[in-house]
C-alpha cells in the first residue's frame, strides 16, 4: 500500500509507503461488563477530532527499535488506558444516549515509511500543511460504531533515520492534555519506567429537575447544530478549509506583546492573549458584516489537576464586541480577550441534558475560535532518551468560522510558540498574505 506524492513534490516516487496495519489491545481482560459514560461536556464533542505528530530527528537509538519491542509497550500502556479500546454503544432507553463498552478491542496501528528526511518534510510543509494529514491515519467513529477505533496510531521511518509518532484520538474521550498524557505514558514504558497512576473514569450523573421546578435554557453561543449524523461521527460540512502554520520566535513574540499591551509596558498581555486580539483583528478584515464580533475562546483550567476522561477540565467561553474589530485598538481586544466575558460550561452541559445526550453539533469553528494548547506537555514525550524536535495538533471537524490553534514550541526554542489557523480556503489565503507583509515581517 502507498500514498501519492504530493503535486508539491518534484518527484512522481510515493512519500509514504509500504504501509502496514495491524490492531493492538490491553495484554490483561478488562474486568466483564465494563462501561464509560461519557459526560455532557463529552458529547458536545463527539463530532471533533484530535490530531497530532511529533517528531524525532535520526538517532542511533531508533535503528534498534522493533515493532515486536512497540507492540509488547502497547500491551502494557493499554492495559492502563482500556478506556480507549472499547467501543461505542447506545442505552436502549430514552434517546439512545452514547456510552463505551471497555471489550478490549484495541486501538489501531499503522507503521509506514516516508521517502524524505525529517528536514526534507518539514520543507515541504511550509509550502503545504494538509501533507501532515498523510502522517496520522485514521476515520471517523461510525456508521458502525460498535465496531469503530477510537484511536489511530501512526509509526513513520523517514529516510534519514528519523521517524514521526501520528495520534488520531476521538474528542469524546477526553481534551488534548488527556491525550498527550496518554502518549507521554508510552513512552515511560518503552523506556521501562513504572507508567503511574492511570487516568480515572469520569462519573456521569444525570441532574434532575426537582419537581414543581422548571429549568430554563439558553442556548450556548459555543455551539452550531448541524445535520443530523445517526451512527457517523462526522460533521456535514460543506465550506472547503485549509490550514496556515508558522512559528513565532520569543524574540518576535515579546515584540507583538509591547505592541498589544501598549500602556500596559509593566504588565505586558500574556502571549496567548496577544495573538488572539492580533489575529482576531486580522480575520475580521476579510468577513463580512459583524461575523467576527463574537469568538470562542478554548482553554485548560490549570486548578484541575485529576487526570480523567473526560473534557471537563476544557475552559470555554464567549467574547464579543459592539465595536468594530478593525477598527478597535488591538489593546482593548486584547483585554476582551483575558476576561473571557461569557463562561460556557454550564450552558453547554445543561443544553445536552436537555437533550438527553442525543444532539450533534461543533464546537470548534462555530465562531472564529481560539484554541490555547500552550499548557500541554507535548514535549515530555521521551523515546530512547530523544525529545520531538517539532510537535504540531490540530482538531478536525472544524465549522467556517474556522480556529487558531497556539502550542509551545520544543525546549531548544526557549518560549517561542507555534501557530496553527484553519479558515475557509479563500478567506486563509487574504490573511496568510496579511500576517506575513503586516504583522511577522513587523515583529523581526
Not at 534498534?64 to 512497540?70: A, C, H, K, N
Request: net charge negative.
Amino acid at each position: 500500500m502507498t500514498i501519492e506524492s504530493s503535486s508539491s513534490s518534484s518527484t512522481l516516487e510515493p512519500l509514504i509507503y509500504n504501509v502496514k496495519l495491524s490492531s493492538v489491545g490491553p495484554g490483561e481482560m478488562t474486568r466483564p461488563d465494563t462501561i464509560h459514560e461519557p459526560t455532557s461536556i463529552d458529547l458536545a464533542m463527539k463530532l471533533h477530532y484530535l490530531k497530532g505528530v511529533y517528531y524525532f530527528k535520526s538517532h542511533e537509538a531508533f535503528a534498534s527499535i522493533t515493532i515486536v519491542q512497540i507492540k509488547e509497550a502497547m500491551f502494557r500502556w493499554l492495559c492502563q488506558f482500556y478506556v480507549i479500546c472499547g467501543r461505542f454503544r447506545r442505552f436502549s432507553e430514552d434517546s439512545g444516549r452514547p456510552y463505551l463498552k471497555c471489550n478490549d478491542c484495541g486501538a489501531r496501528l499503522m507503521e509506514a515509511e516516508c521517502a524524505k528526511t525529517i528536514e526534507e518534510w518539514l520543507e515541504l510543509l511550509s509550502d503545504d500543511d494538509s501533507l501532515e494529514k498523510k502522517l496520522i491515519f485514521g476515520q471517523p467513529i461510525g456508521p458502525q460504531i460498535e465496531y469503530s477505533p477510537n484511536v489511530y496510531l501512526q509509526i513513520t521511518k523517514f529516510k534519514c533515520g528519523g521517524i514521526s509518532l501520528g495520534l488520531s484520538w476521538a474528542h469524546v474521550l477526553g481534551d488534548v492534555h488527556l491525550a498527550s498524557f496518554f502518549i507521554n505514558t508510552w513512552g515511560k514504558i518503552m523506556a521501562g519506567h513504572k507508567p503511574g497512576s492511570p487516568p480515572v473514569l469520569a462519573q456521569y450523573t444525570k441532574e434532575e429537575t426537582p419537581p414543581g421546578q422548571k429549568r430554563t435554557l439558553n442556548e450556548p453561543l459555543s455551539i452550531k447544530w448541524v445535520d443530523p449524523v445517526g451512527d457517523q461521527w462526522v460533521p456535514s460540512l460543506t465550506t472547503k478549509m485549509e490550514s496556515f502554520s508558522f512559528h513565532i520566535s520569543a524574540t518576535q513574540l515579546g515584540r507583538l506583546q509591547s505592541k498589544v499591551s501598549g500602556s500596559k509596558k509593566s504588565d505586558p498581555v500574556p502571549p496567548f492573549e496577544s495573538l488572539c486580539a492580533i489575529i482576531w483583528q486580522c480575520v475580521a478584515k476579510f468577513k463580512t458584516g459583524t461575523e467576527s464580533n463574537v469568538v470562542t475562546i478554548v482553554k485548560h483550567d490549570s486548578c484541575k489537576k485529576n487526570k480523567k476522561f473526560d473534557n471537563e477540565n476544557q475552559v470555554i467561553s464567549i467574547v464579543k464586541t459592539k465595536c468594530s474589530v478593525v477598527e478597535s485598538d488591538i489593546e482593548e481586544l486584547a483585554t476582551l480577550v483575558m476576561k473571557g466575558d461569557i463562561h460556557e460550561h454550564e450552558k453547554l452541559k445543561n443544553w445536552v441534558e436537555s437533550e438527553k445526550g442525543a444532539l450533534d453539533v461543533i464546537v470548534y469553528g462555530v465562531n472564529l475560535t481560539f484554541v490555547s494548547f500552550e499548557q500541554a506537555a507535548f514535549y515530555e514525550l521521551e523515546l530512547k532518551g530523544q525529545n520531538p524536535v517539532h510537535a504540531s495538533y490540530w482538531v478536525d471537524g472544524i465549522g467556517d468560522g474556522g480556529a487558531v490553534f497556539v502550542l509551545p514550541t520544543s525546549k531548544d526554542d526557549g518560549k517561542g510558540r507555534f501557530v496553527t489557523i484553519t479558515l475557509p480556503e479563500k478567506e486563509l489565503i487574504k490573511v496568510k498574505h496579511e500576517l506575513k507583509e503586516n504583522v511577522l515581517q513587523a515583529s523581526e
